[in-house]
């Protein structure tokens, strides 16, 4: 088979047709292990590094595509709606964003949604919500275009609908909102959604053809939702955002972390091009989600980044990457990666090892796939 291109042989993918390769996908670089790729380049770091050497990294270990994150949303039209003080203080929130979140650092904490009234508020407030101007889209359709002729898909991430809808109330009171104001917080996710889709077609206009929503609903053995309620809040938005996809020629890929197992069929239904990262941790088997649901949906990652990418050998690392390949290549529809993030813990000979396995035992036809 001629060699494709890397957006070639992605799209052909996710269409479930056999490339001539399988593609690989790396979400995040954590910067300790960028860092790691940039000594093997022979990068001198006492230099200025570029923004982008994350993507010069990802190119230096052979992926084909990686998240770029480009949530461009304008939040600051109209004013952001006041949470009580006596909310904070019961909920102990010393602050909170335009995405009614609270962070420590980087790391998530806890939403301020807890009432019905304030629910009603965010939600017009959200409706109110619009992309940022054209600038910076055509500012990342020269990111996209320069970085496909390098050898890698830059896929744009951006929106959100069932993290933002539980992260924005916090899970300490999501359960209770569902039980006793569902409409809202039905309201609350259709609108994440409009937003999204208008952001989304910002991409869609100036011919990019692949985004990413990282809109994490599960923890390790569940979903955070009841998938009952998954279903009637998040399966309708995630059609309208499929639909419109699909309507430019474009493919709708979704993250979470977590066992999505409950949500596939909903994912399914819902006209989802692709499903990142099957996290190994969590319990995702890629042998049993290729015969279940492999027809259907593009499965994406699923290599464990701690037991195989951080305490494994380069040899346990090819073993595993192979075990995917025989899991899930078999007729496309299987995009290899690791089931996180790059993690700084990484090692980079394992990964490299892995990038490597697929380009040497990942070709189609799969009659050459276990060789030894």
């Known amino acids: 088979m001629i060699d494709m291109n890397v957006h070639e042989r992605i799209i052909k993918t996710l269409e479930h047709e056999e490339p001539d390769r399988v593609p690989t996908l790396a979400q995040f670089f954590d910067y300790p292990f960028t860092k790691k790729v940039v000594e093997k380049m022979g990068i001198d770091e006492s230099k200025h590094l570029s923004k982008h050497i994350m993507y010069e990294a990802a190119i230096h270990m052979g992926f084909d595509s990686i998240w770029y994150h480009y949530d461009r949303i304008r939040t600051h039209s109209h004013k952001r709606p006041e949470v009580p003080e006596e909310i904070l203080k019961e909920y102990n929130i010393k602050s909170y964003t335009e995405w009614a979140s609270y962070y420590e650092g980087d790391w998530y904490r806890d939403g301020v949604l807890k009432t019905p009234e304030l629910l009603k508020e965010w939600i017009a407030y959200i409706n109110t919500w619009e992309p940022a101007g054209d600038i910076h889209f055509k500012s990342f359709k020269k990111i996209w275009d320069r970085y496909l002729q390098k050898g890698l898909v830059t896929i744009p991430t951006g929106g959100s609908v069932a993290f933002a809808s539980w992260s924005m109330i916090g899970i300490n009171r999501f359960a209770y909102m569902i039980r006793k104001h569902f409409n809202l917080v039905k309201e609350l996710a259709k609108a994440l959604g409009r937003i999204t889709k208008e952001l989304q077609n910002c991409f869609f206009e100036k011919e990019i053809d692949l985004v990413f929503i990282c809109d994490d609903w599960a923890l390790k053995g569940s979903t955070i939702y009841n998938p009952?309620?998954?279903?009637?809040?998040?399966?309708?938005?995630?059609?309208?955002?499929?639909?419109?996809?699909h309507k430019h020629g474009a493919k709708l890929l979704i993250h979470s972390d977590g066992?999505?197992?409950?949500?596939?069929?909903?994912?399914?239904?819902?006209?989802?091009?692709?499903?990142?990262?099957?996290?190994?941790?969590?319990?995702?088997?890629?042998?049993?989600?290729?015969?279940?649901?492999?027809?259907?949906?593009?499965?994406?990652?699923?290599?464990?980044?701690?037991?195989?990418?951080?305490?494994?050998?380069?040899?346990?690392?090819?073993?595993?990457?192979?075990?995917?390949?025989?899991?899930?290549?078999?007729?496309?529809g299987f995009i290899l990666g690791a089931g996180s993030d790059i993690l700084s813990t990484c090692k980079y000979e394992n990964v490299k090892a892995m990038i490597d396995t697929v380009k040497k035992h990942g070709s189609y036809p799969l009659g050459r796939l276990i060789e030894k």
């Open 259 to 332: 066992d999505v197992t409950e949500t596939m069929p909903y994912l399914i239904n819902s006209g989802v091009d692709g499903i990142d990262p099957l996290e190994y941790e969590s319990g995702m088997r890629l042998k049993h989600l290729k015969e279940e649901y492999g027809a259907d949906i593009c499965l994406i990652g699923n290599i464990s980044a701690t037991y195989v990418l951080t305490y494994g050998s380069i040899e346990t690392t090819i073993e595993a990457t192979k075990q995917a390949l025989q899991d899930a290549a078999k007729g496309g």
């Open 228 to 245: 009952k309620y998954w279903n009637e809040i998040v399966t309708p938005v995630y059609k309208e955002l499929s639909k419109n996809a």
